[in-house]
């Protein structure tokens, strides 16, 4: 017999390379899914979208079309026309099979032998479709459990990818050991982590359930090829029904009767005499066309030719219906849910009324992929067997991003709607509780009679340092003991507590978190701070050139508002006139972001002071005056100090200059001028951007006047003084030398702070050298300093390099201030 002579471009061929374009394309969409969705990649749910079984389920569970799902029917209608080629040349989870299947090739019994008896009667799967349609309409949504499009994500995301990426970082740390390949393997692991997209090695619970389903079905391959989707697929039973009366079908003339087709069918679908095919088992796989020796099998259109049906019987039927009524209902056994008792597990944001949720959810699984922190797993039994591999966060493993909103924008069946990031921020799918028996600090203030020079290590605040809620879902209740002994105790502020978790995440307890978050249902919005208003008030554009205003202006008020803000670094600022900061976000298309904080403050001068205890840099020409740092600017103008802060270093100063610009531009016009005690500093040698002005000593504080420590407030500094700090350059290359300025109430408030500030002097063993109202001290590492009382003022010199200069920069200023 002449050997027929094969086309590289068979059909055969053809449906290999497709399976395998279709199998990498899922892999692709599904590896770099976080990305895809970030820039809204429309295609990214095309595979999950193409499943008529779970649009179907989703439509019935939404009492409308799910439109997402349209690809879906457009598989039905070419499978009315072409058969069930998705199967063959599409479905991920068949080429998965497939590939599994040829690894059992060598172990697998014949499918003819008597040895085993495994049910092969294509029915199985008609009545498991029956099952799953009958549970829609008694409102139970199990679809997804068997979907192939869902089980294949979960068998790639949660097993599969998971695995390959814990398996390459233990074999290149153990190559890393060794020190000639160890640095080689460094960039090749690093290029491996690229390639599979790896932020994070990824864990997931309850994987081993899956792994061990997994296993199961591909085992059926020791006995026969393709057996879930012979036997147990419902969306196959559900394009078998659609294919019966295709156009393309097989077909067979001129037969010799070999058997070869019917021996090398995976899905053992030809009759013995190789002519006949069972109804809708067809996949247009091609086996059949290449192993027949005399050219006899076509794959084309025509009549419907002979099939040999699948026998359905009443019985069947009517049992599948009886077990879906009496099973059915027992899967919505929930108690947690129903009871409503707490401890109820937590839904990603965004998503619907936990009965609807159960009702969309497809279990695909794609949303714990896409899960920045690795927060989100699949339930097993924790929400009722209902709910089994529907995704739950687990903080103790992973928060929920305050940034992110990728799981809400890749659900495919609208179990999770879509948020903007400023309405994400504000939903909240659980509240925070804290266990006082637990809590490091509850648990040192219960025994704080017992402690003794261990108390402060009790003041834990880890989980308010973390809080991403900009007025704090975590405050302090500060309890003070009779020996001053300060006990701070934090309590969750469940207004604005939107159950991130990452309390819980970051919490230093042991075992079990000493705050727990608990899900709640229906997710609601957190209402705002009272000290925090949202509104643009007119100050800031809704957009400037390529930024936009990312969200509402927040607007803290008066001292509680800036502590909600800033907490414990609100003190220097409150030390000025403090009034509001109101602060808003700039987005760019490119995903850089810039900070914009406008502070008010009762007076210029307190404004003044606020922008030079932040600036730093070089002095830039912007409202009344303003300094640069790399792309952080500072800029102070009359009554308000603007404070700009890119996200990224990628953001250049003109271009936030163009924000400043166009912020400033909607403060009053006018100029001010600085405060006038800076009027009587000397100019020569003046290092500008370097002076601070203020009023308190909590910024004299910050400010290194001198090598020794001054603990208590010799100064005598307060909010009815008005002191100065400015930095000189005498001489290239030598040390820069401070003075000081204060001007007090009254003179006798300035005569004392220059007594205490010479009896302290002394008591680090410096001795006067100039005697009388300007004394003259050298240090012990030899420079000097000066100390001068003329009326109201203090004038003060520190670390200069010479006796000279500090004497004749002192007598610079007593002949400017005057004697009043």
Request: contains cysteine; charged residues 20%; aromatic residues 10%.
């Amino acid at each position: 017999m002449l050997q027929k002579k094969k086309s590289l471009f068979r059909a055969y061929n053809l449906r290999k390379w497709s399976q395998a374009l279709s199998l990498t394309a899922f892999l692709v969409l599904l590896i770099y899914l976080d990305p895809l969705t970030t820039t809204d990649f429309s295609a990214r749910n095309i595979f999950l979208h193409l499943s008529p079984l779970s649009g179907l389920g989703a439509s019935i569970a939404a009492k409308e079309l799910v439109t997402p799902y349209w690809p879906a029917l457009v598989l039905v209608a070419m499978t009315l026309f072409m058969g069930r080629f998705f199967c063959g040349w599409v479905c991920p989870f068949g080429a998965t099979i497939d590939l599994t299947d040829k690894l059992f090739k060598r172990k697998r019994s014949s499918e003819t032998s008597t040895g085993w008896k495994l049910y092969d009667g294509r029915r199985l799967k008609y009545y498991l479709l029956a099952f799953l349609l009958l549970s829609l309409f008694l409102s139970r949504q199990i679809v997804g459990w068997f979907d192939p499009l869902s089980l294949a994500t979960n068998t790639y995301s949660i097993l599969i990818h998971p695995y390959i990426v814990a398996l390459l970082a233990g074999v290149f740390d153990f190559l890393q050991g060794f020190p000639i390949i160890g640095p080689l393997t460094v960039p090749v692991h690093e290029y491996s982590d690229k390639i599979l997209f790896v932020e994070r090695e990824p864990f997931y619970r309850n994987h081993t359930a899956f792994l061990l389903i997994f296993l199961g079905i591909i085992s059926f391959g020791l006995v026969f090829r393709r057996y879930w989707c012979r036997n147990l697929c419902p969306l196959g039973a559900m394009l078998a029904l659609a294919s019966i009366g295709a156009y393309i079908q097989r077909r067979v003339k001129d037969c010799e009767v070999c058997g070869l087709c019917q021996k090398g069918c995976r899905m053992g679908c030809i009759t013995e005499e190789g002519r006949a095919t069972q109804a809708g088992e067809c996949i247009l796989c091609m086996d059949c066309q290449e192993v027949c020796p005399s050219d006899a099998i076509r794959f084309r259109g025509g009549l419907v030719p002979k099939l040999q049906e699948v026998d359905l019987s009443k019985r069947g039927l009517v049992t599948t219906c009886l077990a879906s009524v009496v099973a059915v209902p027992m899967l919505g056994y929930n108690f947690p849910w129903r009871s409503g008792k707490g401890h109820g597990v937590i839904r990603p944001p965004g998503s619907v009324d936990e009965g609807e949720f159960l009702a969309r959810c497809i279990s695909c699984g794609e949303c714990m992929k896409v899960c920045k922190t690795n927060g989100l797993h699949p339930t097993l039994v924790e929400a009722g067997l209902e709910a089994a591999w529907t995704p739950r966060l687990i903080p103790r493993i992973g928060h929920c991003d305050y940034t992110c909103t990728l799981c809400s924008h890749v659900c495919p069946s609208g179990a999770i709607k879509p948020l903007e990031l400023p309405k994400k921020q504000r939903t909240a799918i659980g509240k925070a509780r804290i266990d006082q028996s637990r809590c490091i600090p509850w648990v040192g203030y219960a025994g704080l009679p017992a402690l003794n020079k261990d108390w402060h290590d009790v003041n834990c605040g880890v989980c308010e340092e973390v809080c991403p809620v900009p007025t704090k879902a975590i405050h302090f209740n500060t309890y003070t003991d009779e020996t001053g002994r300060e006990i701070r105790r934090p309590f969750v502020r469940e207004e604005v507590c939107n159950g991130c978790g990452f309390c819980e995440y970051v919490c230093p307890v042991v075992g079990r978190s000493a705050i727990v978050v608990e899900g709640m249902q229906p997710q609601l919005l957190v209402k705002f701070e009272e000290s925090a208003e949202s509104g643009n008030g007119g100050v800031f554009p809704e957009v400037i050139g390529e930024w936009t205003l990312l969200a509402s202006p927040l607007v803290y008020t008066g001292e509680n508002g800036l502590y909600e803000y800033i907490d414990g670094a609100a003190e220097p600022y409150l030390s000025y006139s403090y009034r509001q900061v109101a602060v808003a976000r700039y987005g760019d298309v490119h995903g850089r972001e810039a900070l914009v904080e406008l502070w008010t403050f009762a007076k210029d001068d307190d404004a003044f002071g606020a922008y030079t205890y932040d600036r730093s840099g070089n002095v830039y020409d912007l409202g009344d005056e303003a300094s640069v740092f790399e792309n952080y600017v500072w800029v102070w103008k009359g009554r308000n100090y603007v404070r700009f802060e890119p996200s990224v270093i990628g953001v250049s100063p003109d271009e936030v200059r163009v924000i400043a610009e166009a912020v400033l531009d909607k403060l009053p016009s006018g100029r001010s001028v600085r405060p006038t005690l800076l009027n009587y500093l000397p100019a020569g040698g003046l290092l500008e951007g370097r002076t601070k002005f203020f009023h308190d000593r909590i910024v004299l504080d910050n400010i290194s006047i001198s090598d020794e420590v001054i603990e208590e407030n010799v100064f005598g500094l307060g909010k009815e003084t008005d002191a100065v700090v400015a930095e000189y350059m005498l001489k290239e290359g030598q040390p820069s030398m401070k003075l000081m300025l204060v001007k007090y109430p009254g003179a006798d408030n300035a005569s004392k702070a220059w007594k205490n500030l010479i009896e302290l002097k002394k008591s680090w063993g410096e001795s006067p050298l100039l005697e009388g109202t300007l004394q003259c001290f050298e240090d012990k590492s030899g420079r000097y300093s000066t100390v001068y009382n003329k009326g109201r003022f203090l004038v003060a010199t520190f670390l200069a390099p010479d006796r000279i200069s500090a004497e004749n920069y002192t007598r610079a200023i007593a002949a400017e201030i005057p004697s009043g």
